[in-house]
């Protein structure tokens, strides 16, 4: 009788556990990486045409749009690409204005996320280099 008066005191297992939903699959997160594709299409445009006030001012719009798609528990490949090529394009105009320690952050994040992202493809290893090369020639500018 002690026993199954103790039993009836133990903890209870609470609610069912839900599964999390995979928010890659979300309608937001498609939407959000087409504007962030957009975005960066848009900034490097402008970069590339001299309006570097302009490019800088819509990388900064597109900023939170890449944190928020490379927040979710297993980013795809689509929306890390975004994300890289948001602060690849950034990275590049900090090193054209020669502020180079803040453009070796950016690539250094570039670094990061293409270091042990798996699977490993033809276009993953060529970023993964190109991290480093812009790395290095963040550290001889830096130096001079």
């Known amino acids: 009788m002690i026993a199954a008066l103790l039993a009836g005191c133990s903890p209870s ?6 599964t999390q939903a995979d928010a890659t699959t979300e309608p937001w997160y498609g939407q959000t990486l087409i504007q962030l594709v957009d ?4 900034a490097l445009d402008l970069f590339q045409h001299g309006k570097s006030d302009a490019a800088a001012a819509l990388i900064m719009q597109a900023q939170p749009l890449a944190k928020r798609l490379i927040s979710v ?3 795809t ?7 890289s090529d948001l602060d690849q394009l950034y990275g590049q105009m900090l090193f054209s204005n020669r502020n180079y320690g803040w453009a070796r952050l950016l690539f250094q994040k570039n670094l990061a996320r293409w270091k042990y992202w798996t699977p490993r493809t033809p276009e993953t290893a060529a ?3 190109r991290a480093q090369a812009e790395i290095a020639d963040c550290d001889r500018r830096i130096g001079q």
């Open 73 to 75: 528990p297993r980013p």
């Open 127 to 129: 970023r993964l280099k």
């Open 77 to 83: 490949l689509a929306a890390t690409e975004a994300a």
């Open 13 to 18: 297992s609470g609610p069912p556990r839900r």
């Open 39 to 42: 975005m960066n299409r848009q």
